[in-house]
T-cell receptor, first 115, second 113 residues
């Protein structure tokens, strides 16, 4: 059981380049999330999805886009990379609202550097 | 506006002693609280949670206490072990946010042998 798989693990981008961070889960979770972690700042929600075809903005969505065409996949797109997007990105998934345990399952992260 | 705050960036304790990690929140609508543990180069993993209808939840060496009047929760680890060295995040959610969690900044716990 792989859980949540993120690729790539590391990436260096030049300013203005674009890339897609991939996220796949095999637990049939309805909810999926993208967070970024900056030093000393905790985890900030970028986008989330409550099911295939449904996405919504989180706290820090500017500069990013997402899509959810299947239950399993939730890619995060950076169109014009900026130094402010240097961060560690985590994808997570969870069961739908109503479960006693609201715990998320996180991927291992993607460390992105924009230079 | 940081709704969930962990004011101590780091904590160092001796093996076998108690570790107490603290978390404060400002939104009284939060009704579910969780602690996550994160090792370097890994994603956070769920540790323990508590509903707002309780004031204590225990799981082995880990106990979470919730003081709603003070909007404060704490995680106690007894006894602490070197393998507990990690970053600990507290998180909170409420019904109208769906299952979205708001995270604190994290506290780096170091347990010295």
């Amino acid at each position: 059981n792989a859980g949540v798989t993120q690729t790539p693990k590391f990436r260096i981008l030049k300013i203005g380049q674009s890339m897609t961070l991939q996220c796949t889960q095999d637990m049939n979770h309805n909810y999926m999330y993208w967070y970024r972690q900056d030093p000393g700042m905790g985890l900030k929600l970028i986008y989330y999805s409550v099911g295939a075809g449904i996405t919504d903005k989180g706290e820090v969505p500017n500069g990013y886009n997402v899509s959810r065409s299947t239950t399993e996949d939730f890619p995060l797109r950076l169109e014009l990379a900026a130094p402010s997007q240097t961060s560690v990105y985590f994808c997570a998934s969870s069961y739908s609202l109503g479960q006693a345990n609201y715990g998320y399952t996180f991927g291992s992260g993607t460390r992105l550097t924009v230079v | 506006d940081q709704q969930v705050k962990q004011n101590s960036p780091s904590l160092s304790v001796q093996e076998g002693r108690i570790s107490i990690l603290n978390c404060d929140y400002t939104n009284s609508m939060f009704d579910y609280f969780l602690w996550y543990k994160k090792y370097p180069a890994e994603g956070p993993t769920f540790l323990i949670s508590i509903s707002s209808i309780k004031d204590k939840n225990e799981d082995g060496r880990f106990t979470v206490f919730l003081n709603k009047s003070a909007k404060h929760l704490s995680l106690h680890i007894v006894p602490s072990q070197p393998g507990d060295s990690a970053v600990y995040f507290c998180a909170a959610s409420f019904q109208t946010s769906g299952s979205r969690l708001t995270f604190g900044e994290g506290t780096q716990l170091t347990v010295n042998p």
